[in-house]
């Protein structure tokens, strides 16, 4: 599974091209391709020097590949009917688990800090949640500011609020659940590998 990571960034590459194709809104789409394309670009330029495990490769995907969907549908109106139905929901909730997904960062982060030995599984665990929650809060704050500048239908649209006056304190609490539920994963792994490593 040597070749995992370059599957999966090809695999992007052409969904992010399809993605571009005929938007819903092309503002909003531009916008919120750009944070996807950085960590996208990031994760090439520095794959040479630090290789995540295939764990965390897939965590940090389905991150992306989520986001862009969203991005073309803009995340308010991502075809979701079906689990919105199925919950009985008032709102299309896929924005809801996009922010859930978000938190799924946390793993990366913890295990670039523990490999690189800047942190113990304790240290790393905290500062991954923490990271993720400062990230959440500033992405509100940036989602706010951006609706404010470009009113119209654009910032109404990338706010996705979906007239929730709770829509930003949700999302973030949505983040921070998905960052607990991966380094809840990650002490697993850790403690399997402990046995595994006591065994022998």
């Known amino acids: 599974m040597s070749y995992f990571p370059h599957i999966l960034a090809f ?15 092309k503002t909003v789409w ?23 495990s295939n764990t965390s490769y897939t965590l940090i995907f389905i991150g ?15 075809p ?17 688990i996009g922010h859930i997904v978000v938190g799924f960062y946390a793993y990366p982060v913890a295990e670039f800090l523990i490999r690189k ?5 304790v240290i790393a665990s905290f500062f991954a949640l923490f990271f993720i929650t400062s990230i959440a809060a500033a992405y ?14 654009a910032g109404i649209e990338f706010l996705g609020s979906q007239g929730d006056a ?24 850790k403690l399997k590998e402990r046995e595994k490593n006591h065994d022998n």
């Open 30 to 52: 531009i916008v919120e391709i750009i944070p996807i394309l950085s960590i996208y670009l990031l994760l090439i330029m520095t794959y040479k020097k630090f290789k995540f």
């Open 117 to 121: 030995k800047y942190a113990n599984k």
């Open 140 to 153: 509100e704050i940036v989602e706010w500011g951006y609706a404010v500048i470009e009113g119209g239908d």
């Open 64 to 78: 992306l590949f989520w986001h862009t969907i969203g991005a073309h549908y803009t995340f308010a109106e991502v």
């Open 166 to 189: 709770w829509d930003a304190q949700k999302d973030m609490l949505c983040d921070i659940v998905g960052a607990i539920i991966v380094l809840c994963l990650l002490w697993i792994y």
């Open 80 to 96: 979701f009917d079906f689990i919105t139905n199925l919950f009985n929901f008032e709102r299309n909730n896929f924005d809801r």
């Open 11 to 25: 695999v992007f590459f052409i969904f992010f091209v399809l993605s571009a194709l005929n938007p819903l809104d």
